[in-house]
């Protein structure tokens, strides 16, 4: 199955086809990336617009989704990926650039991805799929979230109160911590066939998410310790 790219720069005279040539590359390569845990079962052209101005990329998102990512996202309402140009991104990350444009485009790329295989249809459309969707795509595209989630997950209680959002984010960071990254890659459709992180989280664990995430937690702080009496030696 194969995927075509229609990369626009907005505005359309900052560009050359010389760099519309070096973006399709970068997005096929990161699209071969993906096709190694997930496939692919469909033909689709995809609209890809690079902004040198982050209020105009807001402004042409007509939707009433809230971006995850200020830098870029995938809006399913338009079918189209919506990035800031690295131009305007290389103030922000300076030589970490390059990296950091490539993992945004990993990012709108998987949920775009993940979005056409799992829930683009509107009939069987849910919440928790919609999460579970940019939970995957934060993770496997950058470590940001990551440093983020071990933070959070750290400070796990089992009398805190989260919201589905966040708790499905700890649960699935937690599973990674636990397993492995190929396991969670590995298990994605079954995942998707689930209801809700409950549901998910008795079926696979036989236990509440929480209970998860104190395991997690458990396994970081150990690693923790070790970390911390290694500085003293």
């Known amino acids: 199955m194969v995927i075509q790219y229609e990369i626009n720069v907005i505005p359309e005279k900052k560009t050359t086809t010389e760099e519309i040539v070096q973006y399709n590359k970068i997005l096929k390569e990161i699209e071969n990336k993906i096709k190694k845990f ?21 402004s042409s998102i007509l939707s009433p989704e ?35 444009f490539r993992e945004i485009l990993k990012y709108t790329l998987l949920k775009y991805i993940l979005t056409k295989k799992y829930n683009d249809d509107k009939n069987s459309f849910t919440l928790y799929k919609k999460n579970l969707i940019n939970t995957i795509a934060s993770l496997f595209s950058g470590n940001y979230i990551k440093e983020i989630l071990n933070r959070e997950i750290l400070r796990a209680d089992i009398n805190k109160k989260y919201s589905s959002k966040d708790l499905l984010n700890c649960l699935i960071y937690s599973i990674i911590r636990l397993n492995g990254e190929d396991y969670v890659k590995n ?43 290694l500085n003293y030696l």
């Open 38 to 58: 997930i496939d692919i079962n469909f033909d689709d052209t995809l609209k890809v617009n690079l902004y040198y101005s982050s209020g105009q990329m807001k």
């Open 187 to 229: 298990k994605l459709d079954d995942f998707f066939k689930e209801k809700n992180v409950f549901e998910l989280s008795q079926k696979f664990f036989n236990k509440k998410p929480i209970e998860v995430i104190l395991l997690a937690k458990d396994k970081l702080t150990v690693l923790k310790n070790k970390e911390r009496n």
């Open 66 to 100: 809230t971006p995850e990512n200020k830098f870029g996202d995938f809006c399913s309402e338009m079918k189209g990926i919506y990035i800031i140009h690295p131009v305007i991104l290389k103030p922000i990350f300076k030589e970490n650039t390059d990296k950091k």
